[in-house]
Structure formats: structure tokens, C-alpha cells
């Protein structure tokens, strides 16, 4: 199959190779994974540790062991009977000396081929860059790092070229300076070098590539003799600081380059050239164009034709130009190569997801010819589920009353946006304030507006701005961007200044609401959609860093709801919203991944169930808090006033309380309060997250200027509560709470698990979260997995179960992980195509649990799960619930469903009574079951092949199927309360 079964998210890097991944793909056969899903393995920046810095499309990273390993690892895959998928990263590459096409456009300017590859603007209003790209690499600003000679003129023998370096910065001069570089010394031997970069210039009196090749070649040969080098040398030294006016020549050099060397600081205000988000050493990519779609895709392309891959992760598909368009090229390419490969692979169209992050309310494109997202949305809309509503007042007047933060998630998020557009992002912003004023100039009816009122306005629009972005084109926006546009304009209409309103809705129209091709004039055209495109690729960076890396560590009334793809302002939502959900997967995107970890979450997923675990005892958490706020007070600091902040207590209690729920949520099982290494471990790990936490919220510190005084305060203050003594009272009450919630977080982690591998969709596994996943915020959640203890593990539940020690241990996952994912493995087809039906809950605890079922040619699974647990556990310190605490309780079946089934995940059968499960008898032995009936209910699931099942019908044939499905009661069909 092409399209997976189940997926295992693989982190690749230097100290992860391909040899070792192949290691590890027995050991996700064995659990029923069907294709392997891994990171970015094009050659990516030296050491990094993600793949997302691409520095070579047209190679395999070397540092992850090039072509050869690469094939080896698929190898393995294949004897495995598993695929590949891949992360791929059209939209930005790494910039540095070790990207050749960025060096190139840096040595030639506007006359690279590359050099309309990056998206560059030559023509900013800054009159320094006229024809330039900004540089802004540097530590200091450009006058004192120059005159404290860390510039430095060098010279490459191996390719006979002259660079400025700084520290690992290599910037290439340009051959037009060669000639006056080399005449700084008098010497007969170098003349042949001089007249080959002075002669043979084009119409434009540019030097030709060819001719400067021969002068490189020269070069090259007279550094290979000691004469030579040392006229090389002496050319270097007259523009060195330790030479009269060396200083001087060297910044005459450097003027003349195709680049201009500048402070990092500048970057956010000056910079000319497409960032990924705020990262000035990525540059964004102008894949919309033919030529570098083809280039940077080649690779792709080779290795899905030669079957080494199966389908692609598309990352950050909407910092593209067009994503519809991207999508629909990359599917007719890929589909163009399906007839060239192998023909013992399936002939199925490639498996193609975006990673989207959508609002609540927002669907996927149906258009783009893709399976659907990585599954951020799946990892909102049950991660919603798990919390309790009822919770949501109490929680929020206690983080109001102990903060003194009286606004809402929502105000943090246009606070935080309104600070971004002014500093971090202010570049970006300029430039597409400037590309609407140039469409202004285009009509008398709008030239008089002016620069200063369209930012002014366009800021409010970015500001209210509900969603990533819209897909406007040549044609205009469609109707579901128009109901964006609506959204965002009814809400900035409240802050705009009154007498700029009729302007808000001018540039609304200039987004899209025109249509760009509607226009006559080619260059108004070409204006025009250059502003639809500004702002387009514009609204996804401010989105993402005004709320994931800004908000999401200002507002902490719940950190499990703060997680990447959710709207911390939801703080629930009910059974019956989630069932929709699913439902209308099934129906849209039925091959869309499911998630509930990746490389980029903000907290593991155990960590989160835990703490949402939080929600439903309120007062408890309530009273816990405010007690302990008390009881450290002493350990706080109070700060002098100086230039990094007003004076103060340290930490704030806005970063003390969402401390105490990271402590609590992320306290590895097993630790006692005693364990003085184990608590210094666990306080490193949570110093790193404080650290960064507190830099992202930008409102005390901040990574341009990190407040250091603060830091340290925090730091002091989250290791003295961690350092266990006679007069720590806070560190046997921090793990009592921990016994109290975790619990049902466990409840909740095995709730969360089997309905990620069982709704409509392809379970992702990310790496190591078949055990409890307490990891934080990367790079903690790309620490190493033990893969020996997992195997280990998985070979002792086969033959003996998950065994006593089951819930300390993460065996328990890891067995409901496995049964689960070897069922789908057998029956493949019910899980792919089968239909989905929300099942209704009766009885005193209806609410407390949920479940539905699925359905496909004769073949019936029903899940179950415990919801909201706390209540049925009854304050007991170990997550297994007795029969007794579900009462009455049952699932009610309609009546084609209502037929002896077998629990996958305990072997036991269940009889419906009068239409009725009763959950004591389905969650006997654990707080989730998988319930099914047809042929080989009865067989194991100790291997991922086990049992292979033929068609069997329940209830008769398919169309006494269809006809039963006709007759159900109208409370029946209303899904559950």
C-alpha cells in the first residue's frame, strides 16, 4: 500500500543515522507500523539536529550517511514490508557557505542564475541595498566589527577565490574586484590574472563567468607555488587592519560587493529578502517557479521513481507563493513517475500530506490533490476532548486573581502581534505595507493615500487576522477567504481610527477582493499580485510566531490546551464536537494523519493529559496553587530597577504558577522526592524549557536581549524548590499532587492513544511515545529513545502480558500501541474505509465515557474509552477502575450493530443485553477496549500478521446492512450526550 496503515516519526541527525535507523525498523514492524515517516534528509547545515536547514537539494546529507546508507535503511524497510515517507522542504533553504547557490548569488549579485531562485528584493527603499542583498551576520554593528579587524580577507587555494570571513561566515568577493585587489602589489606574476579579470567583459561591461573562471584557474595555479602564494599574501595583508589604511581598503572592498555586511539587530527592519518567520540564516525560496521547482525537487523525484520512497510531508506548506498550485504541480509530477517505478510497488498514487496548522472552524482545501495534514488539527480537536468544561471558570479566575492578567488568550494574541509587526517582523511588514502603497499609486481614485495611513490600517487588518492565511490568486479569492476577510475587517473596523475606514476595506479589495488579472496593464497586474503575495506569505510567520512562540508563553491558565495547532481559548470541547470532526474526515480526508506528538510540540503527550487531568478537580488545583505560591515566597528574589526591567519580584507569578504545572505535568514516573540525582536531572531539563520560555514570552526577556538578572532569579528560584532537604516542604507536596493526577493522566494518555489509532485517518507514532512521553519543548523532545528497552519489553508482553509493574513502566501504552496497531495490520480495510457512527452512552456516568463505531462489509469495531475519569476514580492512587465505578452505565447499540464481539485488547467476549454494553463488563480490565466482530475475532494479536481475516458480514448482507442503517430511531441517529 501506498498509503500507510501507520506511521513512525523518525528524527534523523549525525548522532541518529540511517544504519541506526534501519536498526530500529524490526522493531516497528513487530508493532504493526507500515511505513517509516522521517525527518528532512537532504544535506542540511553541518550538526544540525532537525534536516529543516537545507543547504544542498541535489545530495543526501553525508552527516546522516549519504546515498549508500540511505539505500541501506530502505533495505531494511522493504524486507520489513514497510514504506517510506518523507519531510520535504520546498519553501526556504539554509543560507551560509555551505549553500552554493546562495554563495553564488552573494559573488555574482543580480546576474546569478540563482538569483531570482531566493526571493530577494533588488530594489527595496533602502538606497544602500539598491541591487544588493543584506548580509546582517554580524555580532556587532558593522563599524566596530570592522574596525576591530574580526572581518578578514582570505583566500581559498582549493578553488582560487577571495572571501571576507567572519568567525564561520564566508562571504565571496566579487570577480569585478579582483583586478584593483590583486594591482595593491606590484608583481609581474600576477598581470596574467589581472588581464583575464579585466578583458573579455559583456554588452554590459560585467565580467563573463568564463572569464573570471580562467582568473580563478590562475589564481589557483599560483597558489601552489611559494612565489605565488606569497604575492597572494601580500595582496591579502595591504587590506588586513595591521596595514596603513588596510581598514579603509577593506571597507572600499566590501562596498563594492554584492551584498552588504550589517548587524543581526538590522535584520528585522531592513532586511530584503524572504526569512523563514523571523530565522535570518533561512531563506525563503521562490519554488513557484518552474525552473526551482524542478531543481530543488530533482532529488525527490529521483528517489520516488527508483521506489527508495513511498510520499511526502510537505513542511510549512502555506509560507509558499501559491500551496494549491505547489500541491497540484508536485501531484501531477509524482503522479507522471508512478508508471517508472519498481513494478513489485504498488501502483497506488504517492501519499502526499501538508503540514497545516487550521482554526477550529477552518477545513483543508479540497482542491489541493492532497491525503491532508500531518495531523496537528487531530492533535487539537482530542486534546480539547480530554478536558473538563466545567473547569474552565474556576481555572480562569485563578489565573486572572494570582497574575493579575485580566485579558484573555485572545487579547495576549494581539498584544503579541502588535509587538511583532513593530520589531521582530517589521521587515516584512515594511515590505508589504510598500507593495499595497505601490498598488495605491497604480489609480487616481487611491494614489493619495499614503504609506504612513496604509500601515497604519493594514496593521489593524494583521492584527484581528483569524486564520494562517488566505489563497487568493490571479483570479481573485475565493468564498471561503472572502468569510475570512469579513471576520478580520468586522474586527479591526474597532480599532481603526475612524477616519481611515473607508481605507480598510480599499485594502481589502486589494487582497484579493479584486481580481488581479482583471487589470489591462501587465505592470499593475504584476504589482498588484507582488501584494496579495506580500501579504499572504506575511500572515503565516506573524500567526505562528504571535501565538505558538509568544502567546502560548504569556497565557498559562491551562498549558495542556497551549500545544501547537490549538486555540488555547477552547478550552474544551464535547463528545459530540469531536465525533463531527472525525465524521468529517472520513468523509474529506480520510487518509489525513492523526498526531498527538511531533518534533515540535511544546509538551509531550502525557504531559499534557496529565495536566489536563487538572480540569476536573479545579478546586483541588485551585487551592493546591495558591498553597504553594505561599509556601516558596521566601525563595523568590526581589530585583533592583536597572536597563533590563523595572524592579520586581523573580519569578512573576504569571511564571511561577505555569512552573508549577510543568513541574507537576512533566514529574517523570517513579521519582521520589528524595532522589537528589534524579531531581537534578529532572531540573535541568525543566531549567532549559524556563529558559526558553521566558525569551519566547518577550515581555521580561527576550533572546535579542536576554534579562540575565531575571534568568538567574528564576533559575535559582526553580532549583531551590527542586533541592530536597528538612525544609523543603514543597517537594513532598509537588509528588503527592503528582500521585493524585497521574492517575488520570495514565486514563487519558490510553484514551488519547487508542482514538488516534483508531479514528478515520494514519496514526503517526512519533519516536518514543509508544512509552509515557514526558518530554518538553525541543530539543527535549528529541532526546535519544532506548530502543533495546522497548524491544525488550514488547517481547515480555507477547509472551507474558503487560505484566505487574505495567504502569509505572509505559508497558501499557506500549501494549495497547501494539494490539491496536497489528489489528489494523489485519483488517486494513475496516480502518481505512470503514464508515464511522458516534455511539450513545446511558446511565448515571454517560459522560464519562466515549465511543463509536466503525463498519465495513460485514466487518464491525466499536471503541471505547473512560472520559474524564477523576470522578470514577475516586481519589485512588492507581488508574485501573473497578467494575463497580461504572455503575449502570452502558453503551447503547442500534440494532444492526448489537452483536457478540471479542475485546482486542483483552481477549474477553461481550454479549449486548437488550441492545445495551455495559461498561463494566467493557473496561473491566483496562479504561479502553476494542471491541470486534467477524471472521477471527477470537485470534491473537501477538504479531502484526496474526490472524488473517476473510469478509464475513454482520447482520446479514450489505444491503440488509443498508436497510438497517435506514431504520434507526432518531435518538439512535442523534449520537451521543
Not at 517582523?425 to 487611491?446: K, Q
Not at 507536596?733 to 497521574?742: D, F, H, R, S, Y
Amino acid at each position: 500500500m501506498s498509503i500507510p496503515r501507520a506511521t513512525a516519526r523518525l528524527q534523523l541527525h549525525k548522532d541518529f543515522t540511517f544504519d541506526q535507523a534501519a536498526e530500529v525498523v524490526p522493531y516497528y514492524a513487530s508493532l504493526g507500523i507500515s511505513h517509516i515517516y522521517a525527518s528532512p534528509i537532504l544535506t542540511a547545515r553541518s550538526g544540525s539536529n532537525h534536516g529543516y536547514d537545507i543547504v544542498d537539494p541535489t545530495r543526501i546529507n553525508p552527516e546522516l550517511g549519504g546515498e549508500e546508507g540511505f539505500r541501506r535503511m530502505v533495505r531494511r524497510v522493504r524486507e520489513a514490508g514497510m514504506g517510506l515517507i518523507l519531510d520535504i522542504v520546498p519553501n526556504h533553504m539554509g543560507v551560509g557557505p555551505e549553500n552554493p547557490w546562495w554563495q553564488h548569488v552573494l559573488e555574482w549579485g543580480r546576474t546569478s542564475p540563482y538569483a531570482r531562485w531566493f526571493d530577494i528584493d533588488w530594489n527595496p527603499a533602502d538606497e544602500t541595498l539598491q541591487g544588493k542583498v543584506m548580509a546582517p551576520f554580524l555580532g556587532q554593528p558593522y563599524g566596530e566589527v570592522l574596525a576591530s579587524g574580526q572581518i578578514k580577507l582570505q583566500f581559498d587555494e582549493l578553488r582560487g577565490k577571495f572571501f571576507a570571513s567572519y568567525y564561520s561566515h564566508r562571504f565571496p568577493i566579487s570577480p569585478a574586484g579582483y583586478a584593483d585587489l590583486l594591482k595593491s602589489v606590484d608583481s609581474a606574476r600576477l598581470a596574467p590574472a589581472i588581464a583575464a579579470f579585466e578583458e573579455g567583459r559583456d554588452e554590459n561591461g560585467d565580467i563573463t563567468q568564463q572569464n573570471a573562471d580562467v582568473g580563478f584557474g590562475l589564481l589557483r595555479e599560483l597558489g601552489h607555488t611559494p612565489e605565488g602564494t606569497a604575492d597572494i599574501a601580500m595582496a591579502i595583508n595591504n587590506y588586513s587592519a595591521a596595514a596603513p589604511q588596510g581598514i579603509e581598503a577593506l571597507h572600499a572592498l566590501l562596498e563594492r560587493q554584492h551584498y552588504r555586511l550589517a548587524w543581526w539587530r538590522c535584520a528585522a527592519d531592513g532586511i530584503n529578502w524572504r526569512r523563514f518567520f523571523e530565522v535570518t540564516d533561512l531563506a525563503g525560496v521562490r519554488v513557484e517557479q518552474d525552473d526551482v521547482f524542478e531543481a530543488t525537487h530533482a532529488q525527490i523525484f529521483r528517489l520516488y521513481t527508483e521506489g527508495l520512497i513511498d510520499g511526502v510531508r510537505i513542511d510549512h506548506v502555506d509560507g509558499l507563493a501559491d500551496p494549491g498550485a505547489y500541491c497540484r504541480k508536485l501531484r501531477r509530477r509524482l503522479q507522471a513517475l508512478t508508471s517508472q517505478r519498481p513494478p513489485e510497488l504498488p501502483p497506488a498514487p504517492a501519499y502526499i500530506i501538508v503540514e497545516k496548522i487550521l482554526a477550529p472552524d477552518e477545513q483543508l482545501r479540497s482542491n489541493w490533490e492532497i491525503d491532508g495534514t500531518s495531523g496537528y488539527d487531530f492533535m487539537d480537536r482530542v486534546g480539547a476532548l480530554l478536558h473538563d468544561g466545567e473547569g474552565k471558570q474556576a481555572l480562569t479566575e485563578l489565573w486572572c486573581h494570582l497574575t493579575d492578567h485580566q485579558h484573555s488568550f485572545d487579547e495576549e494574541v494581539r498584544q503579541a502581534r502588535r509587538q511583532l509587526l513593530a520589531s521582530n517582523l517589521s521587515g516584512e511588514f515594511e515590505a508589504a505595507s510598500r507593495a499595497l502603497h505601490a498598488v495605491a499609486r497604480t489609480d487616481l481614485r487611491t494614489r493619495d493615500y499614503s504609506l504612513g495611513a496604509i500601515r497604519r490600517v493594514f496593521a489593524e487588518l494583521l492584527v484581528h487576522f483569524p486564520v494562517y492565511r488566505t489563497y487568493a490568486d490571479s483570479n481573485g479569492r475565493d468564498e471561503l477567504d472572502q468569510q475570512v476577510i469579513d471576520r478580520a475587517l468586522e474586527c479591526a473596523r474597532q480599532s481603526v481610527d475612524r477616519n481611515e475606514g473607508a481605507l480598510l476595506d480599499v485594502i481589502a479589495r486589494w487582497l484579493g477582493g479584486d481580481a488581479p488579472r482583471d487589470s489591462a496593464n501587465p505592470r499593475v497586474r504584476a504589482l498588484h499580485q507582488r501584494a496579495i503575495t506580500r501579504f499572504q506569505q506575511l500572515t503565516p510567520p506573524l500567526s505562528a510566531k504571535s501565538v505558538e512562540d509568544t502567546a502560548f508563553y504569556r497565557y498559562g491558565r491551562l498549558l495542556s490546551r497551549n500545544e501547537v495547532g490549538s486555540d488555547p481559548a477552547q478550552f474544551f470541547i464535547p463528545a459530540q464536537e469531536f465525533h463531527e470532526a472525525n465524521r468529517i474526515r472520513a468523509e474529506r480526508f480520510p487518509y489525513s494523519m492523526l498526531a498527538t506528538a511531533t518534533h515540535d510540540h511544546k509538551r509531550g503527550e502525557d504531559v499534557r493529559t496529565r495536566i489536563a487531568a487538572f480540569s476536573e478537580i479545579p478546586e483541588e488545583w485551585c487551592r493546591t496553587a495558591r498553597e504553594w505560591m505561599q509556601l516558596n515566597a521566601p525563595l523568590r528574589t526581589e530585583l533592583p530597577a536597572d536597563d533590563a526591567g523595572p524592579a520586581g519580584i523573580a519569578p512573576h507569578p504569571a511564571d511561577e504558577l505555569m512552573l508549577y504545572q510543568m513541574l507537576a505535568g512533566a514529574w517523570p514516573v517513579g521519582l521520589q522526592p528524595d532522589d537528589a540525582e534524579g531531581l537534578k536531572q529532572f531540573a535541568a531539563r525543566i531549567e532549559a524549557w524556563q529558559t526558553k520560555a521566558l525569551r519566547e514570552a518577550k515581555q521580561v526577556s527576550d533572546w535579542v536581549m536576554p534579562n540575565e538578572a531575571y534568568e538567574a532569579a528564576c533559575r535559582n528560584f526553580l532549583h531551590a524548590v527542586l533541592t530536597p532537604g528538612e525544609g523543603n516542604r514543597f517537594l513532598p507536596e509537588l509528588a503527592a499532587w503528582v500521585q493524585t493526577v497521574a492517575p488520570a493522566g495514565m486514563i487519558k494518555s490510553l484514551a488519547q492513544t487508542l482514538l488516534r489509532m483508531t479514528s478515520p485517518g494514519v496514526p503517526d507514532l512519533y519516536q518514543g511515545t509508544d512509552f509515557w512521553d514526558f518530554s518538553l519543548v525541543d530539543p527535549d523532545n528529541r532526546r535519544p529513545v532506548d530502543y533495546a528497552a522497548r524491544r525488550q519489553t514488547l517481547e515480555r508482553i507477547d509472551a507474558e502480558g503487560p505484566g505487574p509493574d505495567a504502569w509505572d513502566s509505559g508497558a501499557i501504552k506500549q501494549h495497547v500501541v501494539a494490539r491496536t496497531l497489528r489489528f489494523r495490520a489485519r483488517e486494513p480495510e475496516l480502518f481505512m474505509r470503514g464508515d464511522y457512527q458516534a455511539l450513545q452512552m446511558e446511565g448515571p456516568l454517560a459522560a464519562h465515557a466515549i465511543a463509536f463505531a466503525r463498519r465495513h462489509q460485514g466487518k464491525l469495531m466499536v471503541v471505547v474509552a473512560a472520559h474524564l475519569p477523576c470522578r470514577l476514580l475516586g481519589g485512588e492512587r492507581m488508574p485501573e477502575l473497578t467494575p463497580e465505578a461504572w455503575q449502570e452505565t452502558a453503551i447503547r447499540l442500534p440494532q444492526n450493530l448489537a452483536v457478540e464481539m471479542r475485546d482486542v485488547l483483552g481477549g474477553h467476549a461481550l454479549a449486548p443485553e437488550a441492545g445495551r454494553l455495559l461498561l463494566s463488563q467493557v473496561l473491566k480490565n483496562l479504561p479502553v477496549a476494542l471491541l470486534f466482530a467477524g471472521e477471527g475475532a477470537g485470534e491473537s494479536m501477538t504479531s502484526p500478521a496474526a490472524g488473517a481475516a476473510s469478509a464475513a458480514r454482520i447482520g446479514g448482507s450489505a444491503a440488509a446492512d443498508s436497510k438497517d442503517a435506514t431504520v434507526e430511531t432518531e435518538e439512535e441517529r442523534a449520537g451521543p450526550t
